[in-house]
Structures are given as structure tokens and as C-alpha cells.
């Protein structure tokens, strides 16, 4: 069975993000990159299986600039067997749309049994590219997903609702995404990262593919910061606070 | 006046979405807004008239035997269907789970685009615009379609107020089923939330507990102070992963993003993760015992204290002054 897994290079959430005011789009300049956590919790349900059944190919698959490079990097040394990159200028800048037609004719090339993808980014959180590759793939999209169960030729997992989770099954191929109740990725030991070195990463291009941009797309007309929160007050408890907290709240119409 | 489809969900047990007052109120200000919605058999007459309600001038009724069994094909066919009879100017949908699935796949199949996580919209000049909160609120982002559809998920709990009633126009087609390389639904189970408080996303006053609480047997004085304010509990990611409350409480960065007039943090150390989800909030509160939490960088007003103290005192207080 191969397995394709969607990983994205994404600013650190731990650090201040930035956009570009300019441009609207995100300033790569301002945060430390790193492998989306969601991404790697997709990937280490595709190890797990690769664990049981040594005959199961994972692959780690992203769309980025150079410097999304160390995100596949990351991939190969926690056990992915090969990488590929979608690098191109001419996808600066590309919007949901643009983006899954990209990796659409990418994972057609590169053929799979399962794509495998978090439900949503943290710097974009559209959610939306993995049923846009079902889309254009024609396949089932298992979305959402806090446990799954692939086997041969057939996939069944839970599906977290708004208001409850359902139990689900399609046959394969199919689109699957994690969401944060699949189990922590393990860390890449260093047998791993030696032989990630190693481990062929083929590099696409949107002309290579031969995808067009799509028709329509979207457009930011105007970025703008929010002002920082001005100071509050700030009480070490002397046995008041409570109180006066509940005037403050009852001053401000809060109760 | 163009026309805006809707796509309405159901909760589990049958009742029309929390989100479609605030859908149909944002399509009201871009046109005539159209409820399409997916049902099994023909639509009560009670949904009818709650959507006109809600502002739906118009109710495409998708009729087919495969709603509750195949996940989310029969909605796309829907939209896609009720695009072709009413050429819409925009088609909303929840930025729910299924809201956002549908609305992604409804793009490439009719060759528009998602504009996604949407906090306000306008009609600018006779083009769809949508305004983001981007990094936690830290950005204000408006973005617009060129070339094609503009298909909005709407941030749940986003959109204040209702349109204006109307008398629906039903209109219902039978929609064919198609088995092939569908998801197929074998059953559902209720979250066992506590339905009785006021829902997160949306409520206006919201309670939250951090990795302070220590248990989840202490995690009810989150609960207290929550019942005694009539707010909705929320949760760190840490109290989460610790296992004192349900995932769905989740606010933050990878949970859910709540823009109340007043939100308390108790135990919560705040870091940027967290602060991503609440700190659009009107008022923020925080009690926390390290006077170096970042949590009261961002709070209106801070008490350095235990939570065990404080937070019972602040309920003896807040109900001596309401009596």
C-alpha cells in the first residue's frame, strides 16, 4: 500500500506570526518554520501502519518554497521513505484553489492507495484543500477523523460532528484527515536522520505537471493590524481582589 | 436582487443548525437569500416556517434517500443543483465540518472559490466581500473572488442579529443517489456535552480553565463560576490534553476561536496558542498565581491569587450583588 502524506512548512506557532500589510500574505522573514503538528500526527498514523505491514511505501508530499525543503527533511528522518516537493515561484502567493489543483496533479502522479492529511493548518485554517483534492481526485474524503482503521482496500474511521462523532467507512482509494485526538508523532531518532540524507526527494513544478491556474481565484484587497490591547489592571489578592473584581464587572454591566 | 444560497445543516437530532440565523442573516445584506437543504423526506412544515423566519425568501429542498446514510455527497449535489436554478451571487455555509467540505468541493465543481473563516461580509460596490480574523484577531483581512463563485464559510457565533421574516418559497426537487466511491454513515453517538450551558462559540459571557485547575474533579469550580454568570465553559489546550475536560471545549489556535463581551481565565498560563483564540474578547479577565503569566498581557483586569481562593469568593460576591 503507498501512502501520501500532506505535510506543510509552517511559521512556528509559539512565536509572534506576521503578515505582509503590504501584500497580505505571510512574512516567511518574521517566524522560524516548522512542520505543521497536525501533519506529523498524519504522518505517524501512516508509520504506524508502515510498523505492522513492512510492505506499506509512505510518502511525504509538500508544496512550498525552498525552505519548505526541511519540512520533507523532517519527514524522511521520523521514517518516510521518500519526499516530493512542489517548488516554483509562479506559486507565490497561491490561494485553496490554486493550491489543491497543484497537488492534485501531483498526487496523480505520484500515484497512492491513501492520501493522508491534518483537517485543517494553523497558519491558514481554511480546512478545505483535502476535500478539494477528493474533488479533483474523484474519491471519498474521510474528514475529521479521531481514529482510523486502513486495511486492505477499505478504510473506516470516527468522524468528530459538531454534535457528536459518527462512525464512517469508504473503500480505497480515498482522502483521509487527522484531527488533534490521533496520537503525538514520534521524534526522529538518529539512525533516522542519517539515513533521511539519503532518501530521494524529487522536486515538481507547476509547469512540469502542467496544471493552469485555476479561473477564479481569490484576491486580499487590504490587510490591517490590530492596535495592541492597552494595559489592565493587575491585583496580587490580599483577600479583595474577589470583591473588587465583582464591582468591575458589575460597574462594566458584565453580570 | 441576486440571489445568495445557504446551505442549512441539522443537528443531530433533527433540529435545523444553531447557524443558519447567522447565515441567512449575512446573506440577507448581500441579496435574496436561499436556503438549500437535504432531507430524507419532504421538509416539515415547521422547518418551512423557521427559515422564513430566519430571512430564507427562497427554500431549495434536496429530497433523497441516501441523507443520514452517505456523508456529504447529496449536500454538494444539492448546491450544485440549486446553483444551476438560481445562478446565485455567493453561496454561504457554516466553517463547520461538514459546512467547509461542502463548500470546497462545491468550488471545483462549479469553478469558484472558498473564502474561508469569514467574521463579517459586505456587498462592496456589487462584489462579495469578506473580512478574516487572521493569527488570533491580530489582522483584520478582507478579501474578494475574481473569475468565479465566491463560496464563504462564516465563522459560527460570528454574525450578530437576523434578517428580516419572509414567507419561503418552497421549492422541491428529488435528488438521485449514487453509491459509488461515497462515505457511508454506520452510526452516530452524541457528545455527551453539558447542553444546558450556553454554547461556546456564540455565548456571551465565556468561562475558561487551564492547566491550574490541577484535576478534573477541581475543574467544576470552572463549572461554578460558568453557572453562576450564565457563560459557556471553555478550556486551555493543556486541560484538554490532561484530560480535566472534553476536546470540544478547546479554545485556542487549533480549537475554537470565541469573540465574547467577557471571558474569565482561570489557571491559565495564556500562551500565544491560547491567546489566538480569545483575545478578540471585549473584556478579559485572568486569575492566575504567577504573576509572570502572559495570559495578563492581554487582560483588562489581572489577579495574581489561588483560583481555589478567589474564585469563590468572586461567586459569593457576584450573588450577593444580583440579589
Known amino acids: 500500500m503507498k501512502i501520501v502524506v500532506l505535510v506543510k512548512h509552517v511559521p512556528d506557532t509559539a512565536e509572534e506570526r506576521k503578515l505582509d500589510l503590504a501584500t497580505g500574505q505571510l512574512d ?39 525552505g519548505a525543503a526541511q519540512a520533507l527533511r523532517k519527514a524522511l528522518s521520523m521514517g518516510a521513505d521518500s519526499g516530493v516537493h512542489i517548488v516554483d515561484d509562479s506559486l ?8 489543491a489543483a497543484t497537488l492534485a496533479a501531483a498526487l496523480r502522479s505520484t500515484g497512492f492507495d491513501v492520501v493522508l492529511a491534518g483537517n485543517e493548518s494553523t497558519d491558514g485554517r481554511a480546512g478545505v484543500i483535502p476535500a478539494m483534492l477528493a474533488e479533483h481526485l474523484q474519491l471519498p474524503l474521510l474528514g475529521s477523523l479521531i481514529s482510523a482503521e486502513i ?12 454534535g457528536g462523532t459518527l462512525d464512517i467507512h469508504t473503500g480505497l482509494p480515498a482522502v483521509l484527515t487527522v484531527t488533534e485526538r490521533f496520537p503525538e508523532a514520534r521524534f526522529p531518532n538518529f539512525k533516522g536522520i542519517l539515513t533521511a540524507k539519503r532518501k530521494p526527494v524529487t522536486t515538481l513544478s507547476a509547469s512540469r505537471l502542467g496544471v493552469q491556474a485555476p479561473v477564479s481565484r481569490t484576491v486580499v484587497i487590504s ?19 474577589a470583591n473588587e473584581l465583582a464591582e468591575f464587572l458589575v460597574a462594566n454591566r458584565l453580570v | 436582487m441576486s440571489n445568495v444560497l445557504v446551505l442549512i445543516e441539522f443537528s443531530p437530532r433533527g433540529e435545523i443548525a444553531a447557524s443558519a440565523r447567522g447565515l441567512l442573516a449575512a446573506a440577507a445584506t448581500l441579496g435574496s437569500p436561499v436556503a438549500v437543504v437535504v432531507s430524507a423526506t419532504p421538509l416539515a412544515d415547521d422547518d ?15 429530497v433523497t434517500a441516501a441523507a443520514g446514510t452517505v456523508l456529504l455527497a447529496p449536500a454538494v449535489d444539492a448546491l450544485s443543483g440549486a446553483v444551476d436554478a438560481y445562478e446565485p451571487a455567493a453561496v454561504l455555509a457554516a466553517n463547520s465540518v461538514d459546512g467547509r467540505e461542502a463548500a470546497a468541493r462545491l468550488a471545483v465543481r462549479v469553478g469558484g472559490s472558498v473564502l474561508a473563516d469569514v467574521v463579517h461580509v459586505h456587498n462592496g460596490n456589487g462584489t462579495v ?10 489582522y483584520t483581512v478582507e478579501s474578494v473572488v475574481e473569475g468565479g463563485l465566491p463560496i464563504l464559510t462564516i465563522r459560527q457565533g460570528a454574525i450578530e442579529g437576523q434578517a428580516p421574516t419572509v414567507q419561503a418559497e418552497l421549492k422541491t426537487v428529488s435528488l438521485g443517489s449514487n453509491a459509488e466511491g461515497v462515505v457511508l454513515i454506520d452510526g452516530f453517538h452524541d457528545d455527551p456535552a453539558g447542553s444546558a450551558r450556553p454554547e461556546l462559540r456564540s455565548a456571551a459571557t465565556v468561562v475558561s480553565g487551564g492547566r491550574g485547575l490541577g484535576s478534573s474533579a477541581n475543574f ?16 486551555s489546550r493543556a486541560a484538554v490534553d490532561a484530560g480535566y475536560v472534553a476536546q470540544t471545549a478547546q479554545v485556542g489556535q487549533t480549537g475554537v476561536s470565541v469573540s465574547p463581551q467577557l471571558y474569565i481565565a482561570l489557571g491559565i498560563s495564556g500562551a500565544i496558542q491560547h491567546r489566538a483564540g480569545m483575545q478578540t474578547s471585549k473584556t478579559i479577565v485572568a486569575i492566575n498565581k504567577d504573576e509572570d ?16 481562593t478567589v474564585v469563590p469568593q468572586l461567586i459569593e460576591a457576584v450573588k450577593a450583588r444580583s440579589n
Open chain 1, 151 to 162: 486495511a486492505d482496500g477499505a478504510v473506516s474511521g470516527v468522524r468528530q460532528g459538531e
Open chain 2, 293 to 308: 503569566a502572559p495570559i495578563f498581557d492581554v487582560a483588562d483586569f489581572g489577579i495574581v491569587g489561588d483560583i481555589f
Open chain 1, 92 to 99: 507565490s502567493g497561491a490561494d485553496t484553489g490554486r493550491t
Open chain 1, 223 to 241: 490587510t490591517v493590524e490590530r492596535p495592541p490591547r492597552p494595559a489592565g489592571r493587575k491585583l496580587i489578592d490580599d483577600g479583595t481582589a
Open chain 2, 129 to 138: 466581500v469578506a473580512q478574516h480574523s487572521v493569527f488570533g484577531g491580530a
Open chain 2, 220 to 235: 467544576v469550580l470552572v463549572e461554578q463560576l460558568a453557572d453562576t454568570l450564565g457563560a459557556a465553559v471553555g478550556a
Open chain 2, 48 to 62: 418551512v416556517a423557521r427559515l422564513g423566519e430566519l430571512g430564507a425568501a427562497g427554500i431549495y429542498s434536496a
Open chain 1, 28 to 66: 516567511r522573514e518574521a517566524t522560524g518554520g516548522v512542520v505543521d503538528e497536525i501533519n506529523e500526527r498524519a504522518l505517524e498514523a501512516a508509520l504506524r501502519i508502515k510498523d505492522s505491514n513492512k510492505g506499506t511505501e509512505v510518502v511525504a508530499m509538500t508544496m512550498g518554497p525552498e
